[in-house]
């Protein structure tokens, strides 16, 4: 089983299998946060005016710009606040700087596509060794464009947790985000160190930093389950998900 990860999302990235896209700090994270919560979808789109155009009644609007909420939306891109929001049943749809944007890079080609974090490394690593065939790649978001150290040591976390599954074949990308997570024992320290802890710092946000260094604090995995427009459809994998019982959906 091949084993890639990208450092950074860019629009020639082909993607034959399960890809793990990872926005740690945060939009990854407040994924999580929304299902557990008992969001029924999340609606990632690329833009704000793509997530202004969904807005009704049974509908709430996340993201962030600048790490704040955007004027009109319901909520930010708070994994804190998220756990607590009152999602129940509704439709969460999301955009936020970085991590929407890959996930509708991997969503081009992909036959499966997982949302990780640290906060479901475990369940995300597990089920995307399931459902792959060939190849599991992560791809990090970065920050605007640029590497993210928090992405980074996540995708190393996760690299991880694979070889522990079964047997892989790391590529480059791969031996370098392992290089990373094994250089720092504390996953809050690597988080800390990022320019994306940094900017939740300028902002008033960085107890969102703790919160996204936690490991393998839940089971939920959101994966891709459709499209609506520009909106990719994410929902709580379920349990015993096999690759034999759900279709391809990323690509086309």
């Known amino acids: 089983?091949?084993?890639?990860?990208?450092?950074?999302?860019?629009?020639?990235?082909?993607y034959p299998d399960v890809v793990l896209v990872v926005d740690v700090i945060r939009s990854t994270t407040t994924a999580v946060a929304f299902l557990e919560?008992?969001?029924?979808?999340?609606?990632?789109?690329?833009?704000?005016?793509?997530?202004?155009?969904?807005?009704?009644?049974?509908?709430?609007?996340?993201?962030?710009?600048?790490?704040?909420?955007?004027?009109?939306?319901?909520?930010?891109?708070?994994?804190?606040?998220?756990?607590?929001?009152?999602?129940?049943g509704?439709?969460?749809?999301m955009s936020t700087t970085n991590g929407?944007?890959?996930?509708?890079?991997?969503?081009?080609?992909?036959?499966?596509?997982?949302?990780?974090?640290?906060?479901?490394?475990?369940?995300a690593a597990r089920l995307a060794r399931e459902l792959a065939t060939e190849e599991v790649a992560i791809l990090a978001a970065g920050k605007e464009g640029r590497v993210g150290l928090d992405d980074l040591y996540t995708a190393g976390v996760l690299a991880e947790y694979l070889g522990l599954l079964g047997e892989v074949?790391?590529?480059?990308?791969?031996?370098?985000?392992?290089?990373?997570?094994?250089?720092?024992?504390?996953?809050?320290?690597?988080?800390?160190?990022?320019a994306a802890a940094t900017a939740l710092k300028g902002v008033g946000l960085e107890a969102d930093v703790p919160f996204c260094a936690q490991v393998a604090k839940s089971?939920?995995?959101?994966?891709?389950?459709?499209?609506?427009?520009?909106?990719?459809?994410?929902?709580?994998?379920p349990p015993g998900l096999t690759k034999r019982a759900i279709p391809g959906t990323g690509a086309g």
């Open 219 to 237: 089971a939920v995995v959101p994966i891709l389950t459709g499209r609506v427009g520009e909106a990719l459809i994410f929902k709580t994998a």
């Open 169 to 194: 074949e790391p590529e480059d990308g791969a031996r370098i985000a392992l290089a990373v997570k094994r250089n720092y024992q504390d996953p809050l320290e690597a988080l800390s160190l990022s």
């Open 90 to 93: 509704k439709t969460v749809v």
């Open 1 to 14: 089983m091949r084993l890639k990860v990208d450092v950074l999302p860019a629009e020639e990235l082909v």
């Open 37 to 88: 919560a008992g969001a029924e979808a999340l609606y990632w789109v690329p833009s704000l005016e793509a997530a202004r155009a969904f807005k009704d009644a049974d509908v709430l609007l996340a993201g962030e710009v600048g790490g704040l909420k955007p004027p009109g939306f319901d909520l930010g891109n708070s994994p804190r606040e998220a756990l607590e929001a009152p999602v129940g």
């Open 100 to 123: 929407t944007k890959a996930a509708h890079v991997a969503a081009r080609t992909a036959k499966h596509v997982l949302l990780a974090s640290l906060f479901n490394a475990h369940a």
